[in-house]
């Protein structure tokens, strides 16, 4: 099985950059056949970049009040978080269904899993972490290689 | 009482953007403003930074215009450092540029502006987005523009060095040439965009303006309160989204200004107030006078309209012809100052206008594609920093791009000023709100369906708050309803 994980957000905004931060440790941890990237656009634009993969992660920062920064929630498309969507164009559902409808290889919605990082600060340009959103990244990247690694061939 | 209507944080909106409208006793708008309540300070953080990192870090100010901002803070390197960009890569520069255009506009008619223009204003909030878009238009329509988006999105990815946000622009030049196979798939990608925007233009004549729930608001009578318009024009006077001089023309449509980028600080004030972070652009020749509209105001729109409202022709054959029909269909045609033509002051004429550019810029994508110097390897050159300072000027889709930058001997970044495209429009679209609320609300009923179009006389705008506010985010749109007596909140959306 083909996995991708997405690495979402902006490396500039502080907490913001943790899934491009997530998915450029991820280098150096074995996961063979995972297929890494990095997204920084919502709506049709993250669903265009996983064409063709059968399973996607999508690590993504997040200011929902019952996280910590550094604490992670993995979801799925439905608890969508908020950057998953481009405010331009659609929703992430709306998205996934358009593209499927359009004929695009896509994975089933139960096959895309969301990993939310709360975040501390994702307004301020600073190429750093918060603190606690960096003394969480080392866990963080060893949960979503796990994940990845469920879902990769053996 | 009096009451307050806010719209927080608007709809399909990126960045943060909020309307507020004030009700009196009567239920009857006395004040509407749209505002941005957010800002970040981008300058500030690249000041210090090598000048050739910029390219890559302002394209990353947000997700929609990565490649608008890409190319203006190029050509900012090239004049900052002297080095007037090679023949071959300025026509790869170029030709992602107008694939750009054909996707970014591509996107916004059909899931930005199509909920309203093709679901309806006043259908279901819940069938109110793109998937109700596609069941209107049937499953060849998403195919479509899936398709559309693919076949752009990749060739700017192969001519661009990566996706969406594209690293391959270097003072003076481009980090790669074009192979003969891209050649080929470029001349490929240009005739079905050119297929693509004749049909998508037909379907907007068709569905939108002679027929559905949106033809009164195409209907040539009553429009809306004149403004100067203000785009970039090439030698030929036809639209040139690349590079050329900036045009003024008054709202009789005679040209009262024209100026190279360069000098855009000599015409462009820029006005600020103390509820809002995005300031107010305005004619340095008129002043600023309040949230006025007329000959004798400064403030001015840069929109697709804006661009071909300067215009004296389009530079394509077939956008020539729908350019005609636009101006036609408006009465606007030739009949202005030396027979230009008249500026078209209907704002949801807008959508149509972003249409024909469509159109253009896969005709000029499918001339770039067949130039038999494409594949000219020559695209770098050397170029050493020095101090100085660069403007760099591009039209974004959504309106004029200014960048501009000082560094010093090392070439390291002292000072920097962007002004977006949704800045230039700041006043308009605040004035086109409160009109649209005047029109609409009356005793004090706020229905979903008047708010929503409230809301389509802002995003015909297509704003990105967060270029404008230089802050990246995503964060929706609200609308608040205020009693004028005390402030309460009487009514408040929330769009996600």
Redesign the interface.
């Known amino acids: 099985m083909t996995t991708l994980v997405i690495g979402l957000g902006s490396p500039l905004l502080r907490d913001d950059g943790i899934g491009p931060q997530v998915v450029r440790e991820l280098v150096r941890h074995d996961l063979a056949g995972v297929r890494l990237a990095e997204a920084h656009a919502g709506g049709l634009a993250l669903v265009e970049e996983m064409q063709g993969s059968e399973r996607v992660i999508i690590v993504d920062a997040s200011l929902h009040p019952d996280l910590r920064p550094g604490e992670i929630a993995v979801t799925g498309v439905g608890s969508a978080t908020c950057h998953a969507a481009c405010s331009h164009d659609c929703t992430l559902e709306q998205a996934l269904a358009l593209a499927r409808g359009a004929g695009l290889a896509l994975p089933p919605d139960e096959r895309i899993v969301i990993v939310a990082v709360g975040a501390a600060d994702v307004q301020c340009f600073d190429e750093r972490l918060s603190p606690a959103v960096a003394a969480a990244l080392p866990g963080i990247c060893a949960r979503v290689a796990s994940l990845a690694r469920e879902g990769a061939i053996p | 009482m009096g009451r307050r209507i806010v719209i927080d944080p608007v709809?399909?909106?990126?960045?943060h953007g909020r309307i507020e409208i004030l009700l009196d006793e009567r239920g009857e708008v006395s004040r509407a403003w749209f505002l941005t309540p957010?800002l970040?300070?981008?300058e500030?953080?690249c000041v210090g930074r090598q000048a050739e990192e910029m390219p890559n870090?302002t394209n990353?100010i947000c997700?929609?215009c990565?490649e608008a901002h890409h190319m203006a803070s190029v050509r900012a390197l090239d004049a900052m450092w002297g080095a007037p960009c090679l023949p071959a890569a300025e026509r790869i520069r170029r030709l992602i540029y107008n694939a750009f255009f054909v996707a970014d506009h591509a996107?916004?008619f059909y899931?930005?502006a199509g909920p309203d223009l093709i679901v309806g204003p006043d259908a279901p909030k819940t069938e109110r987005?793109?998937?109700g878009v596609?069941r209107a238009l049937g499953?060849e329509a998403?195919?479509g523009?899936?398709?559309c988006?693919?076949r752009n999105?990749r060739l700017i990815k192969m001519l661009g060095g990566r996706?969406?946000?594209l690293c391959a622009g270097l003072p003076g030049g481009w980090s790669v040439p074009v192979t003969a196979e891209l050649a080929a798939e470029a001349r490929q990608v240009a005739d079905e965009n050119r297929e693509f925007a004749l049909a998508t233009l037909d379907l907007f004549l068709r569905l939108i303006r002679d027929d559905g729930s949106c033809r009164e608001l195409f209907a040539p009578g009553g429009a809306d309160p004149p403004t100067h318009y203000l785009g970039t024009v090439d030698d030929s006077g036809a639209p040139d989204v690349y590079q050329g001089e900036v045009r003024v023309v008054d709202p009789d449509g005679l040209v009262t200004t024209t100026f190279a980028p360069a000098d855009y600080a000599a015409h462009i004030a820029e006005h600020a107030e103390p509820w809002t972070y995005m300031k107010f652009p305005y004619l340095r020749r008129f002043g600023w006078r309040g949230f006025r509209t007329g000959a004798d105001s400064g403030i001015y729109q840069s929109t697709p309209l804006a661009r071909l409202n300067v215009a004296d022709r389009m530079g394509t054959p077939r956008a020539q012809a729908a350019f005609q029909r636009l101006y036609e269909a408006y009465g606007c045609w030739q009949n202005g100052p030396g027979g230009r033509n008249r500026p078209i002051h209907h704002r949801m004429a807008t959508h149509w206008a972003r249409l024909v550019e469509m159109l253009a810029a896969a005709e000029r994508m499918g001339e770039l594609a067949r130039h038999p110097d494409l594949c000219d390897p020559l695209v770098r050159q050397a170029v050493a920093p020095r101090a100085g300072e660069g403007i760099g000027v591009v039209e974004a889709p959504r309106g004029t791009l200014i960048h501009h930058y000082a560094c010093d001997d090392d070439g390291l970044i002292t000072q920097v000023n962007l002004i977006v495209g949704t800045t230039h429009n700041n006043a308009a679209i605040g004035i086109s709100v409160a009109e649209a609320a005047r029109g609409l609300i009356h005793g004090g009923t706020v229905t979903d369906g008047i708010l929503n179009r409230i809301e389509m006389a802002f995003r015909l705008y297509?704003p990105?708050c967060a270029c404008a506010t230089h802050?990246?985010?995503?964060?929706?749109?609200e609308i608040l309803v205020r009693s004028s007596a005390d402030g309460a909140i009487l009514d408040r959306v929330v769009r996600?």
């Open positions: 709809t399909r909106l990126e960045g957010e970040r300070g981008f500030s953080f870090i990353r997700g929609i990565p996107t916004h899931c930005f987005n793109i998937l596609i499953r998403g195919q523009i899936i398709a988006r693919a999105h996706g969406i946000h297509d990105c802050a990246v985010g995503k964060t929706p749109f996600s």
